[in-house]
């Protein structure tokens, strides 16, 4: 039974780019989140989503991000117009229900220059 | 969100049990108390939950002080590959889904 999967493992963008970030959950889980861990500091929630549906989006910046999990197919995180302060590990974690624990990614490396 | 107070580090010695401490004396009655821990270069990796009881997996024991102001997680014999950051996390039921992650404790152990 594959883990949730995440790709690219490690993406590099020059600054205006945009990135792209994908996120497989595990098989039967439909409910996916993001999260971000900037150096040296704690995984900070981005984003909940469901099938088609964003849930609880308190986490995400104002400008540039977004994200969405399509009825099929990845979620996906974008970030547009990256700035280097956008340089962290992004993980993804699914689960199959409310209250259930989490399952997590091995996560996207994003580097800006 | 209520709060979790963790040391900042801990070591302990190679097939020895590992208590780690997490003190959480806001805690609600709908707050479940759960551990996850993330190993070098990896994605968090959940370990355990519990509300009340004590609690026992394959991986650990959950030890919850009778107040519920405090919990334990129980390594009961650790190897070089349980070396990682150990979050203890308080999530309340029905619905919110985020996790609040604080600095943990980094577990080393000594072979």
């Known amino acids: 039974n594959a883990g949730v999967m995440q790709n690219p493992r490690h993406l590099v963008r020059r600054r205006g780019q945009e990135a792209r970030l994908r996120c497989s959950p595990m098989k039967g889980h439909s409910h996916v989140y993001w999260y971000r861990q900037l150096p040296e500091e704690g995984l900070k929630f981005m984003v909940y989503?469901?099938?088609?549906?964003?849930?609880?989006e308190s986490g995400m910046p104002k400008e540039r991000f977004s994200a969405e999990f399509p009825k099929e197919g990845p979620s996906i995180l974008r970030i547009q117009q990256v700035v280097r302060g956008d340089s962290a590990a992004y993980f993804c974690?699914?689960?199959?229900?409310?209250?259930?624990?989490?399952?997590f990614g091995d996560g996207t490396r994003l580097s800006i220059l | 969100d209520a709060k979790t107070t963790q040391p900042n580090s801990m070591e302990s010695n190679e097939e020895e049990p590992v208590h780690l401490p997490c003190n959480h004396s806001t805690i609600s009655g709908t707050d479940y108390i759960h551990w996850y821990r993330q190993l070098p270069s990896q994605g968090p990796e959940y370990v355990i939950h519990g509300l009340t009881s004590n609690v026992n997996n394959r991986m650990a024991s959950l030890a919850i002080a009778e107040d519920r102001k405090s919990s334990t997680l129980i390594l009961h014999r650790a190897t070089l590959r349980d070396a990682a950051v150990y979050y203890c996390?308080?999530?309340?039921?029905?619905?919110?889904?985020?996790?609040?992650f604080g600095t943990g404790t980094r577990l080393t152990i000594i072979p």
């Open positions: 989503l469901q099938k088609e549906n964003i849930i609880d």
């Open positions: 996390i308080l999530r309340r039921n029905f619905g919110n889904e985020k996790l609040t």
């Open positions: 974690a699914s689960s199959p229900g409310v209250d259930q624990p989490q399952h």
